[in-house]
């Protein structure tokens, strides 16, 4: 039986043990339904399978070995791609998402060799699934560390600007203090939370800018519940304690 054909016939057996080498990859999978630790496997061995039967020129071959397949014309991404926003947002480590392709490309050839006994395997299809899978990978790790750094990114963004209230209500306070002439003490001390907190405001505008350069979409919103009045009291008392402070 040809590679293609066998991938389509023996889907259930093969997503089994994607399902159960997937649940092994703790703690990330742990948490995750069965249907998730599938995602977009079916779609993934479907597109293999398509590939096996479509004829292709040498060069054509060489190119998806190493990660130069042909963009997909009707989707914007492929499954290994969705695959691996998933596998990220999920909690997944690289060496688990590539740990995933190795499984597979063992399983299914070790299933493939089983029932084509006593016949030997076409080894042009073993070279064919080979490349499938090394050129899934290669989309599936270039997705993964797209979006690991659009993460680190937001992270960095939200918490520099984040941490701009806090400090300028240290900041405030701080002047407050040297304002008071309580004494050479209290006065060293403010000068010395006032001289750290622009050192830290500056640092904080280089991160801002920094990732206001390398971030080219809105930040990711999750709704939920929260006590309003107390996040508006909370802000609101920051504002009269500095606008209290520059007055005096």
Known sequence: MRLADFILRHMVSILAQWEAFAGSLVPAAAILEPSALRDHAPQILRAIAKDLGTAQTREAQHEKSIGRAPAPID???????THALLRARA?????????????LRASVLRLWIDECEPSAPHLDDVIRFNEAIDQALAESVGFFSAQVEQSRNLLLGVLGHDMRSPLQTIQA??????????????????GRLIRSGARMQALLDDLCDFNRTRLGLGVNVIPTSVNLADVLAEELEELRAISSWQTD
Request: proline fraction near 0%.
């Open 75 to 81: 989707a914007t991404e492929t499954a290994a791609q």
């Open 91 to 103: 909690g997944f480590n690289i060496n688990q998402l590539t740990a995933e392709y190795r499984a």
């Open 173 to 190: 306070t701080a002047s407050y203090l040297e304002a008071l002439n309580a004494g050479e003490r209290v006065s060293d001390a403010a």
